[in-house]
């Protein structure tokens, strides 16, 4: 696969995936919680990867691949369960594994596509382990379409506001079918790993420019 296709897959990998807030908790062996893992060695790396790539091998109708992208966002929601509560306010944590498991499932599926093996560049596993920054999407819902504008968010841990290095523009605001607010909108923050703890029970609280405050619970014990 050529690099600039991957440099294309990365990119879809950074600001795509639109709409995966369905998770549950993720637990090790023995019921012990995974923490985020700030630090991934090689051998961790290519794991991570396979494990993105086994099940989407497996996959071999659209339901199948359906089922496999459902559990996949599953592993790294916080906040409310979208298919509970549609207008709950939630969020992916995309951490090194969430992106290293994206792009197993991207080899796979170009593998089956090109009808031989397709292996991420070694250099490109290499920037997803030195990432300094964890991406994280909130999806929240308002009443018009700007809602979300100039969005602002921190992560409150043991009583300290923890700021991000950057926050991306919200999207503007998709209509919402049924009842509650009307619009549903999303935006992107990154937090550098040396700036939380990785184990630790956080807050995440978002600010919209009317001053409004919403704010959910995430346990980043139980995210790897």
Same mark, same amino acid.
């Given at each position: 696969m050529? %690099?600039?296709?991957?440099i294309?897959?990365?990119?879809?990998?950074?600001?795509?995936?639109?709409?995966? &807030?369905v998770?549950?908790?993720v637990w090790?062996?023995?019921?012990?919680?995974?923490?985020? /893992?700030?630090?991934?060695? +090689?051998?961790?790396?290519?794991?991570?990867?396979?494990?993105g790539? #086994?099940?989407?091998?497996?996959?071999?109708?659209?339901?199948?691949?359906?089922?496999?992208?459902?559990? #996949?966002?599953?592993?790294?929601? $916080?906040g409310?369960?979208?298919?509970?509560?549609?207008c709950?306010?939630?969020?992916?944590?995309?951490?090194?594994?969430?992106?290293?498991?994206? *792009?197993?499932?991207?080899? %796979?599926a170009?593998?089956?596509?090109?009808?031989?093996?397709v292996r991420?560049?070694?250099?490109?596993?290499?920037? $997803?382990?030195?990432?300094?920054?964890?991406?994280?999407?909130?999806?929240?819902?308002?009443?018009?379409?700007? *809602?979300?504008?100039?969005?602002d968010?921190?992560?409150?841990?043991?009583?300290?506001?923890?700021? +991000?290095?950057?926050?991306? +523009?919200?999207?503007?605001?998709?209509k919402?079918?049924?009842?509650?607010?009307?619009y549903?909108s999303?935006f992107t923050?990154? *937090?550098?790993?040396d700036?939380?703890?990785p184990?630790?029970?956080?807050? $995440?609280? $978002?600010?919209?420019?009317?001053?409004?405050? &919403?704010? *959910? /619970?995430?346990?980043?014990?139980?995210?790897?």
């Open positions: 050529r %690099a600039n296709s991957w294309a897959v990365r990119r879809q990998g950074s600001h795509g995936l639109v709409g995966l &807030l998770g549950s908790i090790g062996v023995s019921g012990l919680a995974w923490a985020i /893992d700030v630090k991934l060695s +090689p051998e961790e790396a290519k794991k991570a990867l396979e494990a790539r #086994a099940p989407m091998e497996k996959a071999n109708s659209p339901e199948d691949v359906k089922k496999v992208l459902q559990q #996949a966002s599953m592993v790294t929601r $916080v409310a369960d979208p298919e509970k509560d549609q709950g306010a939630s969020a992916i944590l995309r951490t090194k594994r969430y992106r290293l498991e994206a *792009f197993g499932r991207q080899e %796979a170009e593998s089956k596509k090109q009808k031989k093996d991420m560049p070694e250099e490109f596993i290499q920037k $997803v382990v030195d990432m300094p920054n964890m991406e994280i999407e909130v999806q929240l819902c308002g009443d018009d379409e700007y *809602f979300a504008e100039k969005a968010m921190v992560f409150q841990q043991k009583g300290k506001n923890i700021r +991000p290095v950057d926050i991306s +523009p919200a999207d503007r605001g998709r919402n079918e049924g009842q509650g607010p009307a549903r999303r923050a990154r *937090f550098g790993y700036t939380f703890d184990n630790a029970k956080t807050t $995440v609280i $978002v600010t919209l420019q009317d001053g409004q405050l &919403l704010q *959910f /619970d995430a346990d980043f014990s139980k995210v790897k």
